[in-house]
C-alpha cells in the first residue's frame, strides 16, 4: 500500500463527488476508529497521521533482530470496545484472553525469602468468584483480608453517575474504610496502578470506582486478562491499515495537519504542508495538547481546561537474557521496583534465550533516569525474582520511556475532560482522554472513536452500521 502521497510527495486530492466525505486526524486507536466506523457508514474518509505508522501509543519498532513493542499492553475481557476492534481487524486471535484471571504475584519482602501468591477466580457467581483467592493470599493477613472484603461490598454500592466521586482520591477513601497501607500496596494499587497509572492517593475515586467495579465487581470473567503474542504493530498497523483500505478509507501518513477552521460555504477545512482539504466532518483523534494547538476558536467553551488534563508516564526495561529465566507468560512484584514481567520472547522473534519487558507505571521518579542506573537498580531485582537469571548472561539491555503515555487520573479530571461534540459544525473530538468514562487505556480509545463517528453520522445523516460497536454497553 503507498501512503496516499503523490510522486510530487504532495498530498493526493479527495475524490470529488456528492457522497458526503470526513477527514480524521490521528492514526491511533480512537481514529483508526472513528475512520472504520465512518467508512462502513459510507462516508468518504481520509486519515491523515504525522506518523510513519499506525497505532499511536501502542506500536512497535525494530532493534536488531527484535520485533520491540514500546510498552506491554494488556486488555481485559470487560473491554468490550478493544474486542470490538480486533474483531473489526481481524485480530482476535492473535491476542486471545486467559480462560480464566490468573496472576502469580511475587513477594520478595519477606523474612523468609520470595513467598508466591496468585489472585485468580472461580467458577462462581460475583463475589463468590474471587473470594477462595482472597481468603488464601498469603501477602495480607486474615484481618486485612476480612476487611478488604468489606470495601469491596461499599465500592461496589458506590454510584459511578455520582459526579462527587470524581472530586475525592481513591487512597483517602480506601483509608476511611479501613484499608491498611499494606492492603493498598498488595493489592489495590496491584491493580489499579497498572490500570490507572496512579497510585490510589493520586487517582481519582470515580475512575478507581469504575475500575474495580466494571473489571472485578460485574461479571465473573470480567477480569480475564488478554495481550498481544504477536507485536502491536501487527494488530494497530498492519491489519488496522489492511481494514483501513478493504473499507476504502484513503491512508496518509507522514502528513501534520497545521490548521483547522471553516470555509465560506460552510464545510471545513483542513491545511496540511502544501494542500487545503475541504470536508464535510473532521474527527481530531490526537493528544489533548495538540487538540488544543488545533482546535479553531470557539471550538469549546473553555478551550484552556485541555490543558490542564495533566500527563503521567509509563516506563519500561527490556532485558534479554542467553537463557530461559522465567517460566510464566507473565507475573506482578511486591516489595520491589519491579512491577510487571512479561516474557516476549516469542512474539519478537527472539531465536535463542528469554526477552523481558518490564512495565512500570506511575514512572514519575524514574522516567528521566540513565538507561546506566535503571541498569543498576532492575537487574538486581530481577536476579532476586528470578533465581535463574542469576546465572544468566544479560545479552542486551534498553528502556523505552512514554513521558506522556496517559491522560493523569487525578481528582477533578472528570470535569476537564470534554464529550465528542464541539461547537463549530462538523468538527468532533476522540481519543483516550475525552468523557469516555474510562481511564486511558485501548479501551477508552476505542470508546471515543466509535463515539466521534456516531455524532458526525448523526448530523451527516448517515445510517449507523449495524455491525458498529454500541457504546451504550458500557457497565
Not at 111 to 132: I, M, N, Q, S, T
Not at 226 to 253: F, N, Q, S, Y
Not at 410 to 432: D, E, F, I, K
Request: proline share 6%; aromatic share 6%.
Amino acid at each position: 500500500m503507498t501512503d496516499g502521497t503523490r510522486p510530487d510527495g504532495s498530498l493526493a486530492d479527495i475524490p470529488p463527488g456528492a457522497g458526503r466525505d470526513a477527514v480524521v486526524i490521528g492514526g491511533g486507536l480512537a481514529g483508526i476508529t472513528a475512520a472504520l466506523a465512518l467508512a462502513d457508514a459510507g462516508v468518504r474518509v481520509t486519515l491523515i497521521e504525522g506518523r510513519p505508522r499506525l497505532g499511536g501509543l501502542a506500536f512497535s519498532f525494530q532493534r536488531g533482530d527484535l520485533t520491540v513493542d514500546n510498552g506491554q499492553h494488556v486488555y481485559l475481557r470487560c473491554c468490550t470496545a478493544y474486542r470490538w476492534f480486533l474483531d473489526r481487524v481481524e485480530g482476535t486471535a492473535l491476542a486471545p484472553l486467559q480462560d480464566r484471571l490468573d496472576v502469580p504475584v511475587v513477594d520478595l519482602d519477606k523474612p523468609e525469602g520470595r513467598r508466591l501468591g496468585r489472585l485468580r477466580r472461580d467458577a462462581l457467581p460475583v463475589p463468590l468468584h474471587l473470594g477462595r483467592s482472597l481468603a488464601t493470599y498469603p501477602h495480607l493477613s486474615l484481618a486485612e483480608r476480612a476487611k478488604v472484603g468489606r470495601a469491596a461490598l461499599a465500592l461496589k454500592g458506590l454510584d459511578l453517575a455520582d459526579p462527587t466521586l470524581d472530586t475525592q482520591d481513591f487512597g483517602s477513601w480506601l483509608t476511611a474504610h479501613g484499608q491498611s497501607a499494606r492492603a493498598v500496596e498488595a493489592l489495590w494499587d496491584l491493580v489499579g496502578v497498572a490500570t490507572l497509572n496512579a497510585v490510589a492517593g493520586d487517582a481519582s475515586l470515580g475512575l478507581a470506582a469504575m475500575v474495580f467495579k466494571t473489571g472485578l465487581l460485574s461479571d465473573p470473567g470480567a477480569a480475564d486478562i488478554g495481550w498481544a503474542r504477536v507485536p502491536l504493530g501487527e494488530l494497530h498497523d498492519r491489519l488496522a491499515r489492511k481494514a483501513l483500505d478493504t473499507a476504502g478509507v484513503r491512508t496518509e501518513v507522514r502528513t501534520r495537519v497545521t490548521s483547522i477552521s471553516t470555509d465560506e460555504n460552510g464545510r471545513l477545512r483542513v491545511q496540511v504542508p502544501g494542500e487545503t482539504l475541504h470536508t464535510d466532518a473532521v474527527v481530531l483523534a490526537v493528544a489533548q495538547r495538540e487538540a488544543h494547538d488545533l482546535l479553531p476558536g470557539g471550538a469549546l467553551d473553555a478551550p484552556g481546561q485541555l490543558l490542564e488534563i495533566g500527563t503521567a508516564p509509563i516506563l519500561n526495561v527490556h532485558v534479554v537474557y542467553d537463557r530461559k529465566v522465567l517460566s510464566t507468560p507473565f507475573l506482578t512484584v511486591l516489595g520491589s521496583p519491579v512491577q510487571w514481567v512479561f516474557d516476549r520472547t516469542e512474539a519478537s522473534g527472539l531465536k535463542g534465550g528469554q526477552y523481558l519487558a518490564l512495565s512500570q507505571s506511575a514512572a514519575q521518579d524514574e522516567i528521566d533516569e540513565p538507561v546506566a542506573a535503571l541498569r543498576e537498580r532492575y537487574l538486581p531485582e530481577l536476579e532476586r525474582l528470578l533465581p535463574r537469571a542469576r546465572a544468566a548472561r544479560v545479552k542486551d539491555f534498553f528502556v523505552t520511556r512514554e513521558r506522556t503515555a496517559t491522560f493523569a487520573p487525578t481528582p477533578g479530571v472528570g470535569r476537564l475532560r470534554p464529550g465528542a461534540r464541539t461547537r463549530t459544525p462538523g468538527l468532533y473530538l476522540a481519543g483516550a482522554w475525552t468523557a469516555t468514562g474510562w481511564p486511558a487505556t485501548m479501551e477508552s480509545a476505542v470508546r471515543s472513536g466509535v463515539s466521534a463517528a456516531e455524532a458526525a453520522l448523526s448530523a451527516l445523516g448517515r445510517p449507523r452500521p449495524s455491525h458498529l460497536f454500541d457504546v451504550e454497553e458500557a457497565a
